[in-house]
């Protein structure tokens, strides 16, 4: 019996009848869909939650995520499942076309993501951080940035984190220690320890962008001037070479 991931008529009520979503399609930003492309949409999730993402869900536990010489390797099972979501770039349902996005509403997104995440949580969550590092960059990124991350961060073909918490700065992010050092090319040199970052290896994308909260040389003490920079996964933290800091 296929598993009901979640309530089709609660979805249907929330988005027609409280929400009232179809109004949407009189939206000059929405009057290219029509109810039937909505629906179409949640339904392809559903499929492809119930019959490939699902499966993977007890598979995923069984196996757990591996630490061997010196690599991560995550479940096996959430490959192809990853993949089908790149492919399908449901990464990025509200997000623009330029970026491999499909431009929809943010509610037809999360009746997708109900059945998506309701299959496998833990898989969701590698798309999810790469949408959230590539949001970040959407909104504070320069031109150049989003040329280079945002397609790929979107669709998932890239992963991403966000490096935040250290050993000495968890709540109080404040105390962060880690420190960007200016190099004379412009690019910043990046010192210092993480810990707790989620997704912060893993083998199922062929890069991870990190955005890594990091004090620049000079900057005051306490959560002022912290820019963020962009790191990739190769190499170590110490000479990113990508690491440049945003507003
Ligand atoms: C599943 C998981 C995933 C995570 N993923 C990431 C990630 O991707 N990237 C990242 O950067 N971090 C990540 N973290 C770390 C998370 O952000 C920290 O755990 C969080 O900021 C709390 O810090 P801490 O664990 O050092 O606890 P502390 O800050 O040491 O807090 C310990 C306890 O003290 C309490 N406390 C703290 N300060 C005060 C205060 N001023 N007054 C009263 N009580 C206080 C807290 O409520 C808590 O109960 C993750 C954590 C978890 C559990």
Redesign the pocket.
């Known amino acids: 019996m296929a598993p009901r991931l979640t309530d089709q008529r609660d979805i249907e009520f929330v988005l027609y009848e409280q929400f009232k979503v179809d109004a949407f399609l009189q939206s000059d930003k929405y009057k290219a869909f029509n109810k039937k492309m909505f629906d179409m949409v949640v339904k392809e999730a559903k499929n492809l939650a119930v019959k490939e993402i699902f499966p993977t869900y007890a598979e995923c536990d069984r196996e757990g995520v591996k630490f061997e010489n010196g690599a991560v390797r995550v479940p096996e099972c959430l490959r192809k499942p990853h993949q089908l979501l790149a492919e399908g770039e449901w990464g990025a349902l509200t997000e623009s076309q330029e970026y491999g996005g499909q431009g929809l509403p943010f509610t037809i997104a999360q009746a997708a993501l109900e059945y998506l995440i309701g299959a496998n949580y833990i898989m969701m969550t590698y798309p999810i951080l790469g949408h959230g590092a590539g949001k970040m960059i959407d909104l504070f990124g320069t031109e150049k940035q989003k040329e280079l991350f945002l397609k790929k961060l979107y669709t998932g073909i890239w992963g991403g984190?966000?490096?935040?918490?250290e050993p000495g700065a968890?709540?109080?992010?404040g105390a962060l220690t880690t420190s960007a050092k200016k190099r004379d090319d412009g690019l910043y040199d990046i010192t210092g320890s993480?810990i707790?970052?989620?997704n912060g290896e893993q083998n199922l994308t062929e890069n991870i962008i990190h955005p890594v909260l990091a004090r620049i040389e000079g900057a005051p003490a306490g959560p002022r001037g912290f820019p963020c920079s962009l790191s990739p996964r190769s190499g170590s933290m110490k000479t990113a070479p990508w690491a440049r800091p945003m507003t």
């Open positions: 984190t966000m490096l935040l918490t968890g709540s109080d992010v993480k707790f970052i989620t």
